[in-house]
């Protein structure tokens, strides 16, 4: 089949991926122990160095895994951010396919032409805890000029040790960003980040632009509505502007949702391709047929964007004023469902959308519980009718029988109208006096 990408072979590049991706990192998160037997098992590989950099504050090892060895050298690090594991699947499913990948779109002298290394999962502490800061309890991606954290000081160590001129800085963005004003989740964003808050473009930054713009061109083959171009505002205590102002080309990848892939699996080959497609344009010169022009048409990454679930056009009363609005709603990790936006948000797209049209939430009420309360389904479904949505009291008393989603505080909301950042629990009805129930951000009909 003639592609328009010359160079790279975008379906040998899937189905390698597809056949040789390792299936044990198809999970929604990744620690230090699942990737530890890949990193030793590669480091067999004749064609790749292992080398421990040093160790996180919790004294996990951090490597680097390289392979290559010419003069252009290409710096790439993963999950500096804990709970931001995409990528570090895909830089080892990378390594993984790499000889394979080359022989069909590489020159044959790859290896002296370009040395790559890859520091998977920069921030294992947070892995760990699953969170984004590491066990300081410190945002890496801020500490690239006071480097108090063990890891940020490895990252920079490795930067002035090695000089990249190409630099892969690999991250997740939350599920609601799309890309332009569309419905589409922003499934990869890319951005060369800028190394002073003028924005100069140098050429080192050209160069990322001219990257990405054709990285996006070979994912628009499987992509085109789901890619994103990532705000540029220059950020002083990042990593990417600080690495960016040493002239690499400094390129951020944020990986992000798509319809029914709950563990990113589609970025995580996104990743792969997009990065073997950059080394490709790199090593034949490419990249250079691209222009600025073709970076800036990339839409932008637009935040909230998307919500969970959007209920569009409700009934409210506040202090006696009577109004419509929309209220989206947004699951955490945890599976639990919280308020994030009410008002117009019309410009919002919805994983799911819930025609409410005009149904009136009712006020806010509460049940006290002062004794041991078993909620049995039909004791439940009879308080929510009567308008009960929650309760208040010592929630070890409460029992809940009823298999549906109950919320307890301690104390009672402060207002009786929803309010963004409260738990998505209310009762509306609509015109024809049915009652409805929202439990969690699920609606149940009463
Ligand atoms: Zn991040």
Redesign the pocket.
Known sequence: MKSSHPNTNVQAAESLWQTHRYGELDKSHLRFSDIDPIIKTLAERPDITMTTLGHSCARRPIYRLTTGHGPMVILTWTQ??GD?PTATAAVLDWLRILPDLAATSLPKDWQSLVTIHVIPMLNPDGAERCT?VNEQGIDI?RDARQLQTPEGNILWQQVNELSPDVAFNL???NPYYTAGQSAYPATIAFLAPAFHPDKHVDAPRLRAKQLIACMAETLSHWLPCHIGRYDDTYSLRSFGDNIAGTGASTILI?SGAHPQDPHRQVARKMNVIAMHSAIDALLCNRYQEKSLADYYRIPDNVEDGLTDVKFSQLQQTCHDTAYTCDISVNFNASGNASISHIGDLSTQSAFKSVAAFDAMVLPLKARHISEPLTLTKDAYLELLNAGICYFVGDASMLSNKSGMPVLCLAEPFDTDTLYPGAPAYWIMRDAAQTQWAVLNGEVIEL
Do not use: A, F, G
Request: proline share 0%; charged share 45%; aromatic share 0%.
């Open positions: 500096m951010h931001e984004r991606n991250h997740d963005q944020e």
